[in-house]
């Protein structure tokens, strides 16, 4: 029986600045609003094309404007799917505008997946890319919900599919009334923001709900100095994909504090290095491979990478020996990890400028939260140096999972504390160390990764008993998923076979790249639940007997 108590608690310090406590729609608005007529707020590193503060502000007040006109507005959902471009953050904000929900999806998705995502949310209005639009055109023909397509990125006109940038061209000519419109007026705690795809500490991947408020205590962590550079006139270089979390708040928080977003739509070795070089790229935030990739490929010494101030790496853990290597090879002592999660709002721990020496931590706890490290067994909060489960609570965690109540109240401890799923500790000092990771989640290169959403595509194969799925450790890329396969009786199948197989059904971030063992049995407790642990050490056998 665990009895809850919240006698070890951290708190983060005071915010540096008064607490903005304003909607995101009025703070982008008056933003916007202010900002330089000229000044670019994005750039396409690819194309060299732009998108300037006093556009992007016109584009989103012509399309609140229409959304409204069409009858959306205060808690409508909305989704989005899309490669990075420089349209996309014109819904979001629009979104914000008007009290409507946005629901991100992950272009590289399946159909099948797709349909899994975009049914936890029923969005009525989808904006998508020309890339992925043949898709959610067949959906929308297969599912009920969704009334309009609007293609992002594209002039051409199909039956049925409205041009974003057509539509925004029109009506700034021959328009007037978008000029009049304001922002909603609701309190942030009043509003949500985004449903947020997330597989939690298990399972499918849930809607995660975020309110107003969560985003705006993010932004007050932007703008204060303790953590990054807030200068006017620096370059941060956007490759993280904008419908993750990550993705998403960073560069949200980049515009908020008018740093130019030099954008990327895919990773290249080449362009990578030379777009920081070419566009003096001052900020870094990346996932782990990236900063792998900076620290130990030979191309990096062709490249002038001066311009590099600060490396912000999150997603997943960094390892000490790079950080070390990335020092030496940027020449920086900025290179900064933080910890977070969907269900949080991204970071909860951060470290502050001059803690940078470090190494391995993931920093404090941020302004305006707490945190426990609790016992999963007992329920009771530990001390220091002990590990244990780490848990959050405080304004930036999220309401709960979209329209999933029991998943929700599996996620909070009784006494309302969000179960992160992931195992740490910190020191003497505050500082926290991420250990290892209770929940089942696998984390490839940024992307969750569900093994029991892996486990149910596997069992459709005709020649699979059962199976276990679980993460293999990857410098590389954080974690790569891992089957253990039982074969039905008397029938012949190869790794190849099962890999193809599940590669068919899912996108590219969840295919078996750690491979296929085939064994008698799963490992499984009384009550039927997989003992991951265990094929874990299944694992490390097999590898010691090569």
Same mark, same amino acid.
């Given at each position: 029986?665990?009895?809850?108590?919240?006698?070890?608690?951290?708190?983060?310090?005071?915010?540096?600045?008064?607490?903005l406590?304003?909607?995101?729609?009025?703070?982008?608005?008056?933003?916007?609003?202010?900002?330089?007529?000229?000044?670019?707020a994005?750039?396409?590193?690819?194309?060299?094309?732009?998108?300037?503060?006093?556009?992007?502000?016109?584009?989103?007040l012509?399309?609140?404007?229409?959304?409204?006109?069409?009858?959306?507005?205060?808690?409508?959902?909305?989704?989005?799917?899309?490669?990075n471009?420089?349209?996309?953050?014109?819904?979001?904000?629009?979104?914000?505008y008007?009290g409507?929900i946005?629901?991100?999806?992950n272009?590289?998705?399946?159909?099948?997946?797709?349909?899994?995502?975009?049914?936890?949310?029923?969005?009525?209005?989808?904006?998508?890319?020309?890339?992925?639009?043949?898709?959610?055109?067949?959906?929308?023909?297969?599912?009920?919900?969704?009334k309009?397509?609007?293609?992002?990125? #594209?002039?051409k006109?199909?039956y049925?599919?409205?041009?974003?940038?057509?539509?925004?061209?029109?009506?700034?000519?021959?328009?007037?009334?978008?000029?009049?419109?304001?922002?909603?007026?609701?309190?942030?705690?009043?509003?949500?923001?985004?449903?947020?795809?997330? &597989?939690g500490t298990?399972?499918?991947?849930?809607?995660?709900?975020?309110?107003?408020?969560?985003?705006?205590v993010?932004?007050n962590?932007?703008?204060?100095?303790?953590?990054?550079?807030?200068?006017?006139?620096?370059r941060?270089?956007?490759?993280?994909?904008?419908?993750?979390?990550?993705?998403?708040l960073?560069?949200l928080?980049?515009m908020?504090?008018?740093i130019?977003?030099?954008?990327?739509?895919?990773?290249?070795?080449?362009?990578?290095?030379?777009?920081?070089?070419?566009?003096?790229?001052?900020?870094?935030?990346?996932?782990?491979?990236?900063?792998?990739?900076?620290?130990k490929?030979?191309?990096v010494?062709?490249?002038?990478? #001066?311009?590099?101030?600060?490396?912000?790496?999150g997603?997943?853990?960094?390892?000490?020996?790079?950080?070390e290597?990335?020092?030496?090879?940027?020449?920086?002592?900025?290179?900064?990890?933080?910890?977070?999660?969907?269900?949080?709002?991204?970071a909860?721990?951060?470290l502050?400028r001059?803690q940078?020496?470090?190494?391995?931590? &993931?920093g404090?706890?941020?302004?305006?939260?707490?945190?426990?490290?609790?016992?999963?067994?007992?329920?009771? #909060?530990?001390?220091?140096?002990k590990?244990?489960e780490?848990?959050?609570?405080?304004?930036?965690?999220?309401?709960?999972?979209?329209?999933?109540?029991?998943?929700?109240k599996?996620?909070?401890t009784?006494?309302?504390?969000?179960?992160?799923?992931?195992?740490?500790?910190?020191?003497?000092?505050?500082?926290?160390?991420?250990?290892?990771?209770?929940?089942?989640?696998?984390?490839?290169?940024?992307?969750?990764?569900?093994?029991?959403?892996?486990?149910?595509?596997?069992?459709?194969?005709?020649?699979?008993?059962?199976?276990?799925?679980?993460?293999?450790?990857?410098?590389?890329?954080?974690?790569?998923?891992?089957?253990?396969?039982?074969k039905?009786q008397?029938?012949?199948? &190869?790794e190849?076979?099962?890999?193809e197989?599940?590669?068919?059904?899912?996108?590219?971030s969840?295919?078996l790249?750690?491979?296929v063992?085939?064994?008698?049995?799963?490992?499984?407790?009384? &009550?039927?639940?997989?003992?991951?642990?265990?094929?874990?050490?299944?694992?490390?056998?097999c590898?010691?007997?090569l």
């Open positions: 029986m665990t009895i809850e108590d919240n006698v070890h608690i951290l708190t983060g310090p005071e915010p540096y600045r008064p607490f406590n304003t909607n995101l729609g009025q703070l982008y608005y008056d933003l916007l609003s202010k900002s330089k007529v000229h000044y670019d994005m750039v396409d590193a690819q194309t060299g094309k732009t998108l300037s503060y006093k556009d992007l502000f016109e584009y989103t012509i399309l609140a404007d229409y959304l409204q006109e069409l009858g959306y507005g205060k808690d409508s959902i909305m989704s989005i799917s899309s490669e471009n420089l349209q996309f953050f014109i819904p979001i904000i629009s979104c914000l008007t409507s946005m629901a991100p999806l272009h590289n998705y399946t159909p099948e997946e797709l349909s899994h995502c975009i049914n936890i949310s029923k969005p009525k209005v989808l904006f998508c890319s020309e890339k992925v639009l043949n898709k959610f055109q067949k959906l929308k023909g297969e599912l009920g919900f969704i309009t397509i609007i293609v992002i990125d #594209s002039t006109e199909c049925g599919v409205i041009s974003l940038m057509n539509m925004l061209k029109e009506r700034r000519v021959n328009m007037s009334k978008w000029r009049l419109f304001k922002p909603i007026e609701d309190r942030p705690e009043d509003l949500k923001s985004f449903i947020m795809c997330s &597989s298990t399972g499918m991947p849930k809607g995660v709900l975020q309110s107003h408020l969560n985003i705006v993010r932004l962590h932007c703008r204060d100095p303790r953590y990054s550079r807030v200068d006017k006139g620096l941060v270089l956007a490759i993280l994909p904008f419908f993750h979390g990550f993705g998403l960073t560069n928080g980049a908020f504090n008018q130019q977003i030099i954008m990327m739509n895919k990773f290249n070795e080449k362009n990578f290095l030379e777009t920081i070089q070419n566009y003096k790229v001052n900020l870094l935030w990346l996932a782990p491979p990236l900063a792998v990739f900076l620290a490929s030979p191309l010494k062709n490249y002038d990478l #001066s311009n590099v101030l600060e490396l912000l790496c997603a997943a853990p960094l390892g000490k020996n790079i950080q290597e990335l020092k030496k090879r940027l020449k920086i002592d900025t290179i900064a990890q933080a910890y977070g999660l969907t269900e949080a709002t991204l909860v721990t951060l502050e001059n940078y020496n470090k190494q391995g931590s &993931s404090k706890v941020v302004p305006l939260m707490k945190c426990k490290v609790r016992d999963p067994d007992t329920g009771r #909060s530990l001390s220091a140096n590990v244990g780490l848990c959050f609570k405080g304004p930036m965690v999220m309401p709960g999972y979209y329209e999933n109540l029991e998943a929700t599996a996620t909070f009784s006494d309302g504390w969000l179960r992160t799923g992931d195992l740490g500790y910190y020191d003497d000092e505050g500082f926290f160390y991420i250990v290892d990771r209770l929940k089942e989640l696998i984390k490839y290169k940024g992307f969750q990764v569900a093994p029991a959403e892996l486990e149910a595509v596997l069992l459709k194969h005709p020649k699979i008993r059962d199976c276990g799925v679980v993460g293999l450790p990857d410098e590389l890329s954080g974690e790569l998923p891992l089957a253990f396969v039982v039905r008397g029938v012949e199948l &190869s190849k076979e099962v890999v197989f599940v590669a068919k059904s899912v996108s590219s969840k295919h790249r750690g491979g063992i085939f064994i008698n049995e799963i490992p499984k407790n009384p &009550s039927g639940k997989i003992l991951r642990r265990e094929l874990k050490k299944l694992f490390n056998k590898k010691n007997k």
